[in-house]
């Protein structure tokens, strides 16, 4: 799991400050496995959640960990979205991104790309021709994330991040490495543009560290456990790969690592999310994330009538061995 890293020891430390108080677990769900796209296998980090704990967030999948043999990797191929925005992080392989709105890039480890669907778009996501050819690790997530309703139609836009955008911090004892992919974290800013406020990070803890983040109030609190197992919270529950603890009531967000760690798994990784609910009316449907019934039978009607733009002339298409 190499994502983008560094010493710890050289960079910024984070920690609570004085009067802080660490939020405590409300509820930790285990994510369901299933297959997505072409036949990915993915890990459904909200599954059993109550929405109203994870909004502004839509969903949150997993995407591997798997080692593909040489013909095996698969993507998604072309399809629509509109009225929300994916964010994706590759931690392990490559993946190729291309819009109907122009936008398009190579997703590497460590790096992140920013779709706004708004109004309407067409997309495919799928691993490159060499890598196909080769197989290989492939491992990531992709998190859906509301607009606000007066934003659902905004024009389309595409941001291509690479690991070396992301801010990066340690804990206090120098144990934890937090990358700030997106939003703020302690002042510390991730790249990136988002319509709703929010922070997202990945953080890699050694056997036996504990980091204390500071979090807004105004913010929700997830913790995803990507690998190993460990304690979140005020009043240190257990968590393990696959399980997304909320967390409410506090200042900071807290974890520790258990000392003792699964072989193939060295290190505690953990996806910690949050942002300020939009408490508004969600009516979903497939890929279209609107606020009404009638607004999401519209979409389906711009769609098919070609109002989400075009697939281009040269497109990337799914590389069949």
């Known amino acids: 799991m190499p994502a983008a890293t560094a010493d710890t020891l050289t960079l910024p430390r984070v920690a609570a400050g004085p009067g802080d108080r660490p939020r405590r677990v409300k509820v930790v769900a285990t994510a369901p496995q299933g297959l997505e796209g072409e036949g990915f296998p993915v890990r459904r980090a909200f599954a059993g959640l109550d929405p109203r704990d994870v909004d502004p967030f839509l969903m949150m999948d997993q995407m591997g960990e798997v080692e593909y043999a040489p013909g095996e990797p698969k993507g998604t191929p072309w399809h629509p979205h509109r009225g929300f925005e994916t964010f994706t992080y590759l931690i392990d392989g490559e993946f190729l991104h291309q819009d109907s709105n122009g936008g398009g890039g190579t997703i ?32 990531g997530l992709q998190l859906w994330i509301n607009l606000p309703s007066d934003k659902k139609r905004m024009a389309p836009q595409y941001q291509d991040l690479q690991g070396q955008d992301s801010a990066m911090v340690a804990s206090a004892d120098g144990g934890a490495l937090v990358r700030v992919l997106a939003g703020e974290v302690a002042g510390h800013q991730g790249p990136g543009i988002s319509h709703t406020p929010l922070a997202v990070t990945h953080v890699t803890l050694s056997p036996g560290a504990r980091v204390e983040i500071p979090w807004r109030p105004d913010f929700n609190a997830l913790v995803y456990v990507l690998a190993g197992a460990g304690t979140v919270g005020a009043d240190g529950v257990a968590v393990r790969m696959g399980q997304t603890a909320v967390l409410v009531d506090g200042d900071t967000v807290v974890v520790q690592a258990d000392e003792s760690q699964e072989s193939r798994s060295p290190q505690m990784e953990v996806f910690i999310i949050g942002g300020v609910p939009l408490r508004q009316p969600v009516f979903q449907y497939g890929p279209f994330v609107m606020s009404t019934k009638q607004e999401v039978i519209e979409a389906f009607e711009d769609f098919q009538a070609g109002r989400f733009g075009h697939i281009p002339p040269e497109a990337i298409q799914p590389f069949r061995p």
Do not use: K, N, R, W
């Not at 790096?111 to 196909?132: F, R, S």
């Open 108 to 139: 590497l480890p460590g790096g992140t790309q920013y779709m706004t669907a708004g109004d309407g778009i067409l997309h495919i996501e799928t691993p490159p021709e060499h890598l196909v050819m080769s197989g290989g690790l492939f491992h």
